[in-house]
């Protein structure tokens, strides 16, 4: 867990410097439709506390949440947020994001939670955090007007966007067939993901399959190339969310 807590703690320190730069007076900026910057770092810390209170209570906190809906659960969220000064929202933020690493470092990789429909293990919902993190960064950029350069810590989020395939197809409605992922990072770095005896393989770029299973490119405006037609669907049905 080590190797990942440290990764995800430096996305989040990344995430939070620049918000310090950012003055107050824009933090009401919009991010996307109904949503400021305020919000979303309201987004993200009620999100940790959520995450938090699952790795501590369990699936009762699952089904607290599903008791109405996961759109619910943001809202209510950022309304909280609107309520308090942008220095309070970002504490709020730092205090529950040091609840989940906390919780995390004291489990091993193979740890698993209850995690709606389904079981994760401790591994995995630490890289949802890094992910989550690093997706709301980009968002913040772009309305302030900047990028966010790739870092070698994309090649967690192109490990998760590889091993959401199967969940991704199953609520697309396909049947799943093993695809490999070749990417390439940031100074050249190759990851692979996947079985090499499959005739479905995706190559490209690690930051546009991340910004793709993020959403935030559409497979045509991306430098990906897919072999074999369940690559081809997995370009339109990749979803970093598990």
């Known amino acids: 867990m080590r190797e990942i807590l440290s990764d995800l703690v430096a996305e989040e320190q990344a995430l939070d410097q620049f918000l310090q730069k950012i003055p107050i007076r824009e933090w009401k900026r919009p991010v996307r439709e109904g949503w400021s910057i305020q919000d979303v770092v309201a987004y993200l810390a009620a999100t940790e506390d959520f995450v938090a209170d699952v790795i501590e209570q369990g699936a009762p906190v699952i089904e607290r949440v599903t008791a109405s809906s996961v759109e619910d659960f943001a809202q209510e969220g950022i309304e909280r947020g609107r309520s308090m ?44 955090r890094l992910a989550e993190t690093w997706a709301r960064a980009l968002e913040i950029h772009a309305a302030m007007g900047e990028e966010v350069e790739d870092s070698a810590r994309l090649r967690h989020i192109s490990w998760l966007a590889w091993r959401s395939l199967p969940h991704a197809f199953t609520k697309a409605g396909l049947d799943y067939r093993p695809v490999r992922v070749e990417v390439i990072g940031p100074g050249y770095a190759k990851w692979v993901y996947g079985p090499e005896d499959t005739d479905h393989l995706i190559k490209g770029p690690a930051g546009h399959w991340c910004r793709l299973a993020a959403g935030m490119l559409e497979p045509e405006d991306t430098s990906l190339r897919a072999e074999g037609d369940a690559a081809e669907q997995a370009l339109r049905v990749v979803d970093l969310s598990l």
């Open 85 to 128: 000064r942008p220095q309070d929202v970002i504490e709020w933020w730092r205090a529950a994001r040091a609840r989940v690493v906390d919780a995390l470092s004291r489990t091993s990789t193979s740890d698993r939670f209850a995690w709606f429909d389904r079981e994760i293990a401790a591994q995995t919902l630490a890289t949802t």
